[in-house]
């Protein structure tokens, strides 16, 4: 098996695993591999997770551009690529519309330091990164912003999306998003959470660092 169709493969089990965990309802949420070539593999427009096809899996090159008589890709590939431009750590993207990552979106609040966990962003916080009309080179922009020195953000009046090294951890990611957003979510219904200082963020920012948990 050649790296490409191997590629095609582990991207197409993840999409499977998107629908499974219930993490992006209907046809929303796209996820994609970056190419040892510099181009980047993306699920397809309008396809739900549990229904990807190893021919719905779309290549793009790394200047965006399509070959020919493959399927659409997702309308939200620019933000994609330009994540893949501008962080050269990311190997895999997962974005999706996860149900209360995308409350918090909608109020446009970042996640701030409410749990230790936060950390697994790579940072005191997850940040939302600025609205713009999905599919937008403003939003890919807005999204490329917001993951400086994170690994995952919240995408205002959308949804959220995490980069990693391969997909599966960018997918654990996503869901470790969600689960901190549910919980912070609950938190501020009762009083809201006591936050972490900066301090106490730094120490176990470096445990993670140490023990390799990002
Ligand atoms: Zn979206």
Not at 98 to 126: E, K, N, W
Not at 158 to 175: D, E
């Amino acid at each position: 098996m050649n790296d490409l169709s191997q590629q095609r493969r582990e991207l197409m089990t993840a999409l499977h695993a998107m629908a499974e965990a219930d993490l992006s309802p209907g046809a929303s949420g796209n996820m994609s591999l970056r190419l040892p070539n510099g181009g980047m593999l993306i699920s397809a427009s309008g396809v739900r997770g549990n229904e990807a096809t190893l021919e719905s899996l779309v290549e793009i090159s790394s200047e965006g551009t399509c070959t020919p008589g493959q399927a659409k890709p997702s309308s939200e590939w620019l933000m994609h690529h330009q994540v893949y431009q501008d962080h050269p750590e990311a190997a895999a993207i997962v974005h999706c519309h996860s149900p209360f990552a995308t409350v918090l979106a909608c109020q446009r609040r970042a996640i701030p330091s409410f749990h230790y966990m936060v950390a697994v962003a790579g940072g005191v916080d997850i940040p939302c990164a600025d609205y713009a009309t999905f599919g937008s080179a403003e939003l890919a922009e807005n999204v490329s912003l917001a993951l400086h020195r994170r690994k995952a953000c919240l995408l205002a009046n959308h949804g959220q999306l995490c980069i990693a090294q391969t997909i599966n951890k960018a997918l654990s990611l996503a869901q470790e998003v969600e689960a901190l957003a549910a919980n912070y979510y609950f938190s501020l219904q009762n009083g809201g959470p006591t936050l972490l200082s900066n301090g106490e963020m730094e120490k176990v920012l470096q445990q993670f660092r140490h023990y390799g948990q990002q």
